[in-house]
């Protein structure tokens, strides 16, 4: 089995590098327009049938052919408030047919990928289409929309850091001083004997030389965050565009039909293009075989000792963490309860502290804990790979008989619950503190889905999973229930349900289905919390049901939102403040996920005063719902009326 998977990876392979000399020799063939990533950015919907729609329905049809001439398009149609801004852009090395054909597809899928939205952008391989109702033409937008890489690290990191970094920095000051204007570069550069780094970086021509320098470089700075060691990434923006990879993605001559086209070159005496196109199709193709044969033999090789040198190393590290029962028991004192320091979903919480005198919180599962091994070995796995300043970092850990243990680092102050639900510890959490922990919290969110090397959706985001260290700074824990996602994969779905109520969102609660906007729609009900120093339970209000959300668009629509705050902090807040994490809170938990901004557009907006916030939708209250439709029952509601907190481990979404 293992020499005829080894024969069809060869073959597969050879093929692979014929078709690609092919492509490099100008042979004529079909080029198939490759769907990167969509984003909707509309800051509301358009009503179908309307002068929007008709408008949408003008303007993209006609973007292809006006693109296809320069690689570059903008334009405005209609009047405000039903006006549109369109820039469309084609990679600067393709050809006018390969660009009219990328933007004519992209023209047809935007809108199917953003129904209704007043604002969208999509990228495709060969093409990057935007449309909006809001004027950005000429606006930098350097924040990042969009990371994919390889999953193959490099074996030999520093040099490939090295000449990655100098190609990069290269291709930023070419596609700036690019003498025709394109703001475009391609490159590349020897990595060792075998490999070649490829690198491309492009903004929208809209952009003045500083502010494509400015965004470039913004990109090239998240590459350690997001692929970090990795054989090739994209980062995807709404002005620029870098990508990397070790092998040709990009014409390295001019193409066939150029954008800025040149007189052809006459074919030569004595020679017809059927036969020159026929032989050197025949010599690319048994060059390209044995090539192929030659490198997919070394690349084997390579990759089984690189395998087994990975594996080797991760084993060790996390082995290296291993702690024995007789170790923890001595450091706890034997689990002894003055110790005990809280009561978490799957156990208790003890002090301890290790033979170099290092202070450490030990999680020990309870033996009718719902974690088995899988959820104790997926939290080992997960936080070991994780450091960041807004998240509990991960010790040691000891799996043992019955015994699942993981060990932390100590942080003094407990939980946020703690603080915000407790009259005499509320007064602590003065305004200018609650507001740098809503912060941290997005930070350690923003690092979870965007900059770390893995993209980890945490399922479990609540109060009472948010420790404070001596400084009061926010550190994110308990991730007995994140899932990891792979680079390009955006949602996941499941028949258990894991969370706590009242933070679940309803697509999660009610279908299962679980991503990064569930995590943002629990960032809001904590936001909430914080402001009122209550918890999201169900209240009663002029003989009316209704959650913290719902009491939320209630107090924003009546203007009155200030009522929310928190008695202990009322007087010293900042009316500008709530208001405005209110209004990211409201936004945070609509019912449509789509409609709910990522954390890195949460982030900007807690660092930015000046960013004018879309209005939020009104949040639905799903446990006033006695039908099939709702995630609670009628009994079930009523419970949580008495003020407790339930926590799910494993239910079906009915």
Same mark, same amino acid.
């Given at each position: 089995?293992?020499?005829?998977?080894?024969?069809?990876?060869?073959?597969?392979?050879?093929?692979?590098?014929?078709?690609?000399?092919?492509? !490099?020799?100008?042979?004529?063939?079909?080029?198939?327009?490759?769907?990167?990533?969509?984003?909707?950015?509309?800051?509301?919907?358009?009503?179908?049938?309307?002068?929007?729609?008709?408008?949408?329905?003008?303007?993209?049809?006609?973007?292809?052919?006006?693109?296809?001439?320069?690689?570059?398009?903008?334009?405005?149609?209609?009047?405000?408030?039903?006006?549109?801004?369109?820039?469309?852009?084609?990679?600067? @090395?393709?050809?006018?047919?390969?660009?009219? /054909?990328?933007?004519?597809?992209?023209?047809?899928?935007?809108?199917?990928?953003?129904?209704?939205?007043?604002?969208?952008?999509?990228?495709?391989?060969?093409?990057?289409?935007?449309?909006?109702?809001?004027?950005?033409?000429?606006?930098?937008?350097?924040?990042?929309?969009?990371?994919?890489?390889?999953?193959?690290?490099?074996?030999?990191?520093?040099?490939?850091?090295?000449?990655?970094?100098?190609?990069?920095?290269?291709?930023?000051?070419? %596609?700036?001083?690019?003498?025709?204007?394109?703001?475009?570069?391609?490159?590349?550069?020897?990595?060792?004997?075998?490999?070649?780094?490829?690198?491309?970086?492009?903004?929208?021509?809209?952009?003045?030389?500083?502010?494509?320098?400015?965004?470039?470089?913004? /990109?090239?700075?998240?590459?350690?965050?997001?692929?970090?060691?990795?054989?090739?990434?994209?980062?995807?923006?709404?002005?620029?565009?870098?990508?990397?990879?070790?092998?040709?993605?990009?014409?390295?001559?001019?193409?066939?039909?150029?954008?800025?086209?040149?007189?052809?070159?006459?074919?030569?005496?004595?020679?017809?293009?059927?036969?020159?196109?026929?032989?050197?199709?025949?010599?690319?193709?048994?060059?390209?075989?044995?090539?192929?044969?030659?490198?997919?033999?070394?690349?084997?090789?390579?990759?089984?000792?690189?395998?087994?040198?990975? @594996?080797?190393?991760?084993?060790?590290?996390?082995?290296?963490?291993?702690?024995?029962?007789?170790?923890?028991?001595? /450091?706890?004192?034997?689990?002894?309860?003055?110790?005990?320091?809280?009561?978490?979903?799957? $156990?208790?919480?003890?002090?301890?502290?290790?033979?170099?005198?290092?202070?450490?919180?030990?999680?020990?599962?309870?033996?009718?804990?719902?974690?088995?091994?899988?959820?104790?070995?997926?939290?080992?796995?997960?936080?070991?790979?994780?450091?960041?300043?807004?998240?509990?970092?991960?010790?040691?850990?000891?799996?043992?008989?019955?015994?699942?243990?993981?060990?932390?680092?100590?942080?003094?102050?407990?939980?946020?619950?703690?603080?915000?639900?407790?009259?005499?510890?509320?007064?602590?959490?003065?305004?200018?503190?609650?507001?740098?922990?809503?912060? $941290?919290?997005?930070?350690?969110?923003?690092?979870?889905?965007?900059?770390?090397?893995?993209?980890?959706?945490?399922?479990?985001?609540?109060?009472?999973?948010?420790?404070?260290?001596?400084?009061?700074?926010?550190?994110?824990?308990?991730?007995?229930? %994140?899932?990891?996602?792979?680079?390009?994969?955006?949602?996941?779905?499941?028949?258990?349900?894991?969370?706590?109520?009242?933070? !679940?969102?309803?697509?999660?609660?009610?279908?299962?289905?679980?991503?990064?906007?569930?995590?943002?729609?629990?960032?809001?009900?904590?936001?909430?919390?914080?402001?009122?120093?209550?918890?999201?339970?169900?209240?009663?209000?002029?003989?009316?049901?209704?959650?913290?959300?719902?009491?939320?668009?209630?107090?924003?629509?009546?203007?009155?939102?200030?009522? !929310?705050?928190?008695?202990?902090?009322?007087?010293?807040?900042?009316?500008?403040?709530?208001?405005?994490?209110?209004?990211? /809170?409201?936004?945070?938990?609509?019912?449509?996920?789509?409609?709910?901004?990522?954390?890195?557009?949460?982030?900007?907006?807690?660092?930015?005063?000046?960013?004018?916030?879309?209005?939020?939708?009104?949040?639905?209250?799903?446990?006033?719902?006695?039908?099939?439709?709702?995630?609670?029952?009628?009994?079930?509601?009523?419970?949580?009326?008495?003020?407790?907190?339930?926590?799910?481990?494993? !239910?079906?979404?009915?």
């Amino acid at each position: 089995m293992a020499v005829g998977h080894f024969l069809l990876r060869t073959f597969q392979i050879s093929f692979f590098y014929s078709l690609l000399l092919l492509l !490099m020799f100008g042979l004529k063939s079909a080029q198939q327009q490759f769907f990167v990533y969509p984003i909707c950015t509309g800051s509301s919907n358009f009503t179908l049938n309307r002068t929007f729609q008709t408008n949408l329905n003008l303007l993209l049809p006609a973007l292809s052919s006006n693109t296809s001439r320069t690689g570059f398009y903008n334009t405005t149609i209609g009047r405000s408030p039903d006006r549109i801004h369109s820039l469309v852009l084609c990679r600067g @090395d393709i050809s006018s047919t390969s660009c009219e /054909a990328c933007v004519n597809e992209a023209s047809q899928a935007v809108t199917q990928r953003c129904p209704r939205s007043k604002g969208a952008a999509i990228w495709y391989e060969l093409c990057f289409l935007r449309y909006s109702d809001q004027d950005f033409f000429s606006s930098l937008d350097a924040s990042p929309r969009g990371y994919f890489w390889n999953t193959q690290n490099t074996t030999n990191p520093y040099l490939f850091k090295k000449q990655l970094g100098n190609l990069t920095n290269r291709l930023v000051l070419q %596609a700036v001083d690019d003498p025709s204007g394109r703001l475009f570069a391609s490159g590349q550069v020897g990595f060792n004997d075998f490999q070649r780094i490829y690198g491309l970086v492009q903004c929208t021509r809209d952009l003045s030389k500083d502010d494509c320098r400015s965004c470039l470089q913004t /990109a090239v700075s998240r590459i350690p965050t997001c692929c970090d060691k990795k054989l090739g990434a994209r980062v995807l923006g709404l002005s620029c565009q870098l990508r990397y990879e070790v092998y040709p993605f990009f014409q390295a001559s001019q193409p066939e039909s150029p954008l800025h086209p040149s007189p052809p070159s006459p074919t030569p005496p004595g020679k017809t293009k059927n036969s020159s196109h026929t032989v050197i199709l025949i010599v690319v193709i048994i060059t390209g075989i044995a090539a192929g044969v030659a490198i997919v033999s070394m690349i084997y090789a390579r990759k089984k000792k690189q395998k087994s040198t990975v @594996d080797k190393f991760e084993m060790e590290e996390v082995e290296s963490m291993k702690h024995s029962l007789s170790s923890i028991r001595a /450091a706890t004192d034997d689990f002894c309860e003055a110790n005990k320091v809280g009561e978490g979903g799957f $156990g208790a919480v003890y002090k301890g502290r290790l033979p170099d005198g290092q202070e450490v919180a030990v999680k020990r599962l309870s033996g009718n804990s719902k974690q088995g091994s899988e959820e104790f070995m997926n939290e080992v796995a997960l936080i070991a790979k994780l450091q960041h300043r807004n998240l509990v970092r991960l010790l040691g850990w000891c799996l043992q008989g019955d015994e699942n243990i993981l060990i932390y680092e100590f942080v003094p102050n407990k939980s946020l619950d703690k603080f915000l639900f407790a009259p005499v510890e509320q007064a602590r959490l003065v305004w200018p503190r609650r507001y740098q922990i809503i912060e $941290g919290i997005a930070r350690g969110l923003l690092y979870l889905h965007e900059d770390s090397h893995l993209r980890v959706v945490h399922r479990d985001l609540k109060s009472g999973n948010v420790l404070l260290d001596a400084a009061m700074n926010p550190k994110i824990s308990d991730f007995g229930l %994140a899932r990891i996602f792979g680079a390009e994969q955006t949602q996941g779905n499941t028949n258990r349900i894991a969370g706590t109520y009242g933070y !679940m969102a309803p697509e999660y609660a009610m279908r299962g289905f679980f991503s990064v906007k569930s995590d943002v729609y629990s960032f809001g009900v904590l936001v909430l919390e914080i402001i009122t120093g209550r918890k999201n339970n169900i209240l009663l209000h002029s003989g009316k049901i209704e959650d913290l959300p719902s009491n939320a668009w209630r107090h924003w629509n009546n203007r009155t939102v200030l009522e !929310m705050v928190d008695p202990a902090v009322k007087k010293s807040c900042s009316a500008n403040e709530v208001i405005r994490c209110v209004h990211i /809170a409201l936004l945070c938990v609509q019912d449509d996920a789509g409609e709910r901004p990522n954390m890195s557009t949460v982030g900007l907006i807690l660092k930015s005063h000046s960013v004018n916030l879309p209005f939020p939708s009104q949040p639905t209250f799903f446990p006033s719902g006695a039908d099939n439709q709702g995630y609670l029952s009628k009994e079930e509601g009523m419970w949580l009326l008495s003020g407790n907190e339930l926590s799910i481990t494993d !239910m079906i979404p009915r």
